[in-house]
């Protein structure tokens, strides 16, 4: 079948590697160069949990994502992923840290937060009325490392993978305008992250794009630390990082963006991420040694919107992001092929939108 990806994000390369070696005829698109930093993938590092405490589906499907990690670390020659242990945190009685207990699979005990600077000898302190979840499956995924190992991967599969080819929107049918030519496929895959919402403005209301700025602080006495993940009001997460520098970033801080001219790092964001770091990590200097800014395409209910258009069911949108989607990369190829295939899956079940609540016209979810 004659498939195009439009976009070369971490979602669009796993599906055009994926696609490609079940034999399709594969083409994928990006507007940017190959490791461009506008879009949401880039970066150093993501965080990996194998009992990701957002729901039951995504426990499975981070269980098999690991399994298409070892294959692609196989490939690769190298490992992708550092097992870290991870702190899964909130305030007194949080629902996320009580999710994540619930859906170990050998549940322990939980840690009060200031038992956490013993733990970790010194290295990350927690206010004392937190809830704190010790989970040994969560670790570091080398972020850069797996997206430019999966854009030569895709190529040996037989991808053709064109960058600085921008698909023109609206997309409304199997004929895709790219820079002033038009070429007709046989399915068309929108891996688009942040500018999904204009390719297929059907789904405006269910996809907000945010801004996210992370930070990276330095010790004098750098170690491979827990990874972080706290549902306070910032959402404050965390994950070692190369050179010994330890990044923070806020899951709930930063407003609606334009895709196209995202302002960069500031003073503000500085403060923002210097307040976290002068409570959670108390041998780090509080004043992060750089930062970098990302998008975030969050739907009203943070679950991945992964459902054909209205208007041609053999165009599928593939929104895989509301800030926790890396983790599942090698998982996105096999959820993509198995809808070319027309199977009827419990991830395109789950991320479909019939099963969605409606969208009023804020593009709020209706309570
Ligand atoms: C700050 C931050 C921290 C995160 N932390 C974690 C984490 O710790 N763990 C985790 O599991 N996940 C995390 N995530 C989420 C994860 O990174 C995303 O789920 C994932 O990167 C989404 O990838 P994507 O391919 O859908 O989007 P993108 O990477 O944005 O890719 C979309 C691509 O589409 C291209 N495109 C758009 N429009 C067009 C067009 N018209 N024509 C051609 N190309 C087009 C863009 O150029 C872009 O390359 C984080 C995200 C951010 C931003």
């Known amino acids: 079948m004659k498939v195009a990806v439009v976009g070369l994000g971490i979602a669009g390369l796993s599906i055009c590697a994926r696609l490609a070696l079940a034999g399709h005829d594969v083409s994928g698109f990006d507007q940017f160069e190959p490791m461009h930093t506008h879009g949401s993938s880039h970066g150093d590092t993501r965080i990996m949990r194998l009992t990701p405490g957002e729901g039951e589906i995504y426990v499975e499907l981070a269980r098999r994502a690991n399994e298409g990690w070892r294959t692609w670390e196989g490939l690769a020659g190298r490992p992708f992923i ?94 895709l305008k790219i820079n002033d030519s038009a070429r007709a496929f046989d399915a068309v895959i929108v891996a688009a992250g942040g500018w999904a919402r204009r390719l297929l403005p059907e789904f405006a209301g269910r996809l907000a794009v945010k801004r996210r700025v992370v930070g ?67 041998t780090h200097n509080p004043t992060p040694v750089r930062m970098a800014r990302c998008l975030y395409t969050v739907t009203p209910d943070e679950h991945f919107l992964i459902t054909p258009s209205s208007a041609n069911a053999r165009v599928l949108l593939f929104s895989a992001c509301s800030g926790h989607g890396f983790k599942y990369a090698p998982m996105f190829g096999q959820i993509a092929e198995d809808w070319l295939n027309g199977k009827e899956t419990a991830e395109l079940t789950a991320f479909g939108i019939t099963r969605r609540a409606p969208v009023n016209r804020l593009g709020g979810e209706k309570t």
């Open 82 to 175: 550092e097992w870290t242990t991870g702190l899964m945190a909130g305030p007194r009685g949080s629902p996320f840290v009580a999710a994540c207990q619930r859906l170990s699979k050998t549940p322990a005990a939980l840690l009060r937060g200031d038992a956490i600077h013993a733990l970790t000898r010194g290295y990350i302190a927690m206010p004392y009325e937190w809830d704190v979840f010790r989970q040994e499956d969560a670790g570091v995924i080398a972020a850069d490392a797996a997206r430019a190992f999966l854009l030569k991967q895709a190529v040996r599969w037989g991808a053709k993978l064109q960058h600085n080819a921008r698909i023109d929107a609206p997309i409304d049918g199997l004929v």
């Open 216 to 282: 990276w602080f330095e010790t004098p006495n750098p170690r491979l630390a827990p990874v972080i993940c706290a549902d306070n009001d910032e959402g404050v997460y965390g994950m070692s990082a190369p050179r010994g520098l330890y990044k923070l970033g806020l899951h709930a801080i930063g407003g609606a963006t334009d895709p196209d001219s995202v302002r960069e790092p500031d003073a503000d964001d500085a403060e923002l991420l210097s307040a976290q770091a002068r409570v959670l990590l108390p």
